[in-house]
């Protein structure tokens, strides 16, 4: 893990030194009475470096909630929401309501909305907002569909796009769905004028790597690293875990924050292992 993996264009990490000639530009003009917070200093780098490098799109993913969130200066051609599940309560709200509330604070005016959330308040809720704010609502599930075919390829059934054999470079059910929330948002930006082709859709897809998620670091023994850190997320890997892998006996290496939901990330995974490890990750928010 290196801190410079946050920053990346084409897959290449930002070099230290220009993350280093970043920090010290933004030193320069921080108010040492109201400093950023780390997120927030990451943030402005981002911004920087990816305006001065001239990239054609940038994808940049909220820290925390949404609403108040440092990223949500940008206003952006089409807004994501992945899913909703209880996280960072101590902030967000105690309820699954009061979090999707946060996270809709990212829907801006006459902004797409792209989104694979499912539960029906949920639903509700951010299409109130949308409506409020002129943001079309576009929803994996009702305004498209996909399936897993028997061949493992993936079904995508969209606005106008329609594949029925595309073929996923990263392993677990959950990313099926993934896959189409990122065709829906390919098919609205294409909706702008973003030309994308088939033959991208096709590699894109296939030839994909995410770290840390369901990451097969060894073959024998087999070795999975996976970050879930919510109970959506790691019943999503159970269900992987459990279906796309043949194993006797599995052992489990387990670190949690302290500010996570442990009791019910816990019963989510322990019933698929024969031994579970407990670690404690140097940094002040473990558990």
């Not at 670091?217 to 087999?222: A, D, H, R, T, Y």
């Amino acid at each position: 893990v290196s801190f410079t993996e946050r920053f990346r264009i084409n897959r290449e990490f930002i070099k230290r030194d220009r993350a280093a000639s970043l920090i010290s530009e933004l030193k320069g003009v921080i108010s040492n009475k109201e400093p950023p917070t780390f997120f927030e200093l990451t943030t402005a780098m981002a911004l920087i470096y990816f305006f001065r490098e001239d990239v054609d799109v940038s994808i940049v993913e909220v820290g925390m909630g949404g609403r108040l969130d440092a990223t949500n200066v940008i206003y952006p051609m089409v807004s994501i929401i992945t899913n909703i599940d209880l996280e960072h309560q101590e902030f967000l709200g105690d309820n699954i309501i009061d979090i999707a509330k946060e996270k809709g604070g990212i829907i801006k005016e006459g902004v797409n909305l792209v989104t694979g959330v499912n539960q029906p308040s949920v639903v509700n809720l951010l299409n109130s907002i949308c409506k409020k704010r002129g943001a079309p609502f576009w929803r994996v599930g009702h305004n498209v569909l996909y399936r897993r075919l028997p061949s493992g390829l993936l079904g995508y059934y969209g606005l106008r796009s329609r594949y029925t054999n595309l073929e996923l470079g990263l392993k677990g059910r959950f990313q099926y769905r993934n896959a189409a929330l990122a065709l829906l948002t390919l098919e609205v930006l294409k909706r702008k004028g973003l030309t994308i082709s088939d033959e991208a859709v096709r590699l894109g897809l296939n030839d994909l790597i995410w770290p840390g998620r369901l990451e097969e670091v060894s073959s024998n023994p087999v070795i999975i690293l996976d970050g879930a850190h919510n109970p959506s997320a790691m019943r999503s890997l159970a269900k992987s875990i459990g279906r796309d892998f043949d194993f006797k006996k599995l052992i489990l290496v387990l670190g949690i924050m302290e500010d996570k939901d442990i009791k019910n990330i816990l019963i989510e995974i322990l019933p698929l292992a024969n031994r579970v490890i407990y670690t404690r990750p140097t940094y002040y928010r473990a558990a």
